[in-house]
């Protein structure tokens, strides 16, 4: 259990930093317009950029852990995250969008590299338990982050705001560094030449699985609300619920804390009760809280919207941990890097092309709506695909 408790460790601070760093631009969205002379709405194409680099990289992440080891992996990638935010200290619009592509590049590993490391030290009767523990440093990650950024911002500026993020990457690092040894360097690491046509002819054996198809397609549906909702909840607060930066910002810190703490939760009864039932609970609740909450921040009080947003906003992010852990105990074990991979870099094609949707109608008349609405449809859509996965 002591090598269990390192594995996470390193997990959970690595995803956590890398995490940080992806919604470091949506946290300041507010301010973007005194930072790069860029209006706040282009949060949507920023992080759709950043997923699309994500998309790319977890791919490639099966082959890079078969070729370095997961750990060196996640090296590699919280190394990017740091230099991700170098580079947005330029205050350049091309540099800005750079930045969306080589963050993703540190991003799209995270999943796949951890649930390798994971699968291989802990023990199948708590793996809902531990996944979920895992993604837990997302929210827990950008929670902490939307109290710290602003607060840097407004009282030390944009640069010193960036560097701070910057330095949580290098903290993330130092981390693995340290504890990767205890853990295992090799762990996922092939001894055979690695190719491209080797990386697909392994995604091509773990997706024969039906129940893994299905997976990701769950996956990919609720991913794309999920990676929608965090980046523009500010932006959305601020210009159409009227609330104050502070405040939205402060919504968001609340959601990604809720989450943080309920995730083991999540896990817990996912291994008690079977996950796929937790999965239509939540995949049914963000469906319902996507139809009603427009109306949320637009009519109710700020503690009603407030409250509506943290239940929102902890079943989007509840799912992953869940979904993560099915597919690593339905894969053959030498096909999990492949099997998480693959799932990841599918959802990652929802959240590449969803925050896209979600600003573009966010612009049209009556826009809040449908934005929201758009995202009810994808949740609907994993609902109906998680119901088709055979009990477990």
Same mark, same amino acid.
């Given at each position: ?28 969205? !507010?301010?973007?317009?005194? %930072? ?34 997961? %750990? ?13 935010? +170098?580079?947005?200290?330029?205050? /350049? ?19 796949? #590299? ?5 699968? /291989?030290? =802990? ?20 929670? %902490? ?12 500026? &944009?640069?010193?705001?960036?560097? +701070?993020?910057?330095?949580? =990457? ?8 340290? +504890?990767?040894?205890?853990?295992? &360097? /090799? ?40 990676? +929608? ?34 995730? !083991?939760?999540?896990?817990?009864? @996912? /291994? ?8 239509? =609970? %939540?995949?049914?609740? #963000? ?16 503690? #009603? ?10 079943? =989007? ?27 990841? @870099? ?8 969803? !925050? ?25 859509? &994993? ?10």
């Amino acid at each position: 259990m002591q090598k269990l408790f390192v594995a996470l460790l390193a997990t959970f601070t690595a995803h956590a930093s890398a995490a940080v760093a992806t919604l470091t631009v949506p946290i300041l969205a !507010p301010y973007l317009h005194e %930072i790069y002379g860029i209006e706040g709405r282009y949060v949507g194409l920023y992080s759709s950029i950043v997923y699309f680099g994500s998309l790319l990289a977890a791919i490639l992440s099966a082959w890079l852990i078969k070729a370095i080891g997961a %750990i060196n992996a996640l090296k590699v990638a919280l190394l990017l995250s740091a230099f991700g935010m +170098t580079v947005l200290l330029v205050r /350049d619009r091309t540099t800005f969008f750079a930045s969306a592509i080589i963050i993703g590049f540190a991003f799209g590993p995270m999943n796949p #590299v951890s649930s390798v490391v994971l699968a /291989d030290v =802990c023990p199948p009767r708590l793996r809902a338990s531990v996944f979920s523990v895992k993604q837990g440093a997302v929210p827990f990650g950008v929670g %902490i982050a939307a109290l710290l950024t602003p607060f840097v911002y407004t009282r030390f500026g &944009a640069s010193m705001a960036i560097l +701070t993020v910057f330095a949580l =990457c290098m903290a993330g690092l130092a981390m693995v560094m340290l +504890t990767g040894a205890f853990v295992g &360097a /090799d762990i996922g690491k092939s001894e055979q030449k690695q190719s491209l046509m080797s990386l697909w002819r392994g995604f091509h054996r773990a997706f024969s699985h039906r129940e893994l198809r299905r997976l990701a397609l769950v996956a990919t549906s609720l991913a794309s609300v999920q990676f +929608t909702f965090a980046p523009t909840l500010i932006y959305v607060l601020v210009s159409h619920g009227r609330f104050q930066s502070a405040f939205a910002s402060g919504i968001l810190s609340a959601v990604m804390l809720s989450s943080f703490f309920l995730r !083991p939760l999540f896990g817990a009864f @996912a /291994d008690r009760f079977g996950a796929r039932i937790v999965v239509i =609970c %939540i995949a049914a609740t #963000v469906t319902a809280f996507s139809v009603v909450f427009p109306f949320v921040v637009t009519g109710a009080s700020r503690y #009603v919207a407030a409250a509506a947003a943290v239940v929102y906003g902890v079943s =989007c992010f509840s799912w992953n941990g869940i979904v993560l852990s099915m597919a690593a105990s339905r894969a053959p074990r030498e096909l999990v890097g492949e099997a998480t991979a693959g799932i990841m @870099a599918l959802s990652l094609v929802g959240a590449s092309i969803a !925050p896209v949707i979600f600003t573009t109608l966010l612009s049209a008349g009556h826009g809040l709506v449908l934005a929201y609405l758009s995202l009810a449809v994808f949740a609907a859509m &994993a609902l109906v695909f998680v119901r088709s996965i055979e009990r477990s």
